[in-house]
């Protein structure tokens, strides 16, 4: 069965803080997503990987940062987070470029800045 | 930008009956398009993926329609439940995914 985790499915941190959500697949997909989800926004991509080591940025990179060491694994960084950043994140991977590009979900992880 | 859009933004409906729900696209170039189901609080769950050379996918009593060149897609839910309640997103693979913001549905039992 198709699994996507996400490390934690609620997180408190305080303004400046660096903040690491990992995600991890099991389907050995080559493509990982990061999106945030906001009320009235819906989901807007912040950064994706097709492959170990490649990242391109999506719609709102700005203040986040990402990381993928192993193909499994999809780490997205908020450099010194802020109230702003309070939102879901949700990380999302799929098999590859083609015809059938189905993206899996994990289950969130509701963060807040305080 | 590409724009994807979701109509109604809300709808409640009794037990029983059969809905449409409705995305529109910006762009008839589009790879894929995708349904998913969200439970409040929740992820997103996979309901149906239509490839663009296809006019529509079944599943159970879902059947999801796709006409690129109007921009449109439609997502059927046959006899509904209560169990249907949640907020149904589309998303449309321009070589990227763009979501809509959903429809929250209410099945009242």
């Known amino acids: 069965d198709v699994k996507v985790t996400q490390s934690s499915r609620y997180l408190v941190k305080r303004t400046g803080e660096k903040v690491f959500l990992e995600c991890v697949q099991d389907?050995?997909?080559?493509?990982m997503f990061w999106y945030r989800q906001d009320p009235g926004l819906g989901l807007r991509l912040i950064y994706f990987s097709y492959d170990v080591k490649m990242k391109e940025k999506g719609d709102i990179p700005e203040g986040y940062s990402v990381s993928r060491e192993k193909k499994e694994r999809f780490s997205l960084i908020l450099e010194s987070a802020s109230t702003n950043q309070t939102s879901m994140y949700l990380c999302?991977?799929?098999?590859?470029?083609?015809?059938?590009?189905?993206?899996?979900f994990g289950p969130g992880t509701r963060l807040t800045v305080t | 930008k590409q724009e994807v859009t979701q109509i109604p933004a809300a709808l409640s409906v009794p037990e029983g009956e059969n809905l449409v729900l409705n995305c529109s696209f910006t762009d008839s170039a589009i790879y894929n398009l995708q349904w998913f189901r969200q439970d409040p609080g929740k992820g997103l769950t996979s309901l149906l993926l239509?490839?663009?050379?296809?006019r529509e996918q079944t599943s159970g009593r879902l059947n999801a329609s796709l006409d690129k060149s109007s921009g449109r897609s439609t997502l059927y839910i046959a006899a509904s439940q209560p169990g249907d309640s949640a907020t149904y997103l589309c998303a449309v693979d321009f070589n990227k995914f763009y979501f809509g913001s959903g429809t929250k549905l209410n099945v009242k039992p």
């Open positions: 389907m050995d997909h080559e493509n």
């Open positions: 239509i490839q663009s050379s296809q």
């Open positions: 999302a991977s799929s098999l590859g470029t083609g015809v059938l590009v189905e993206q899996y």
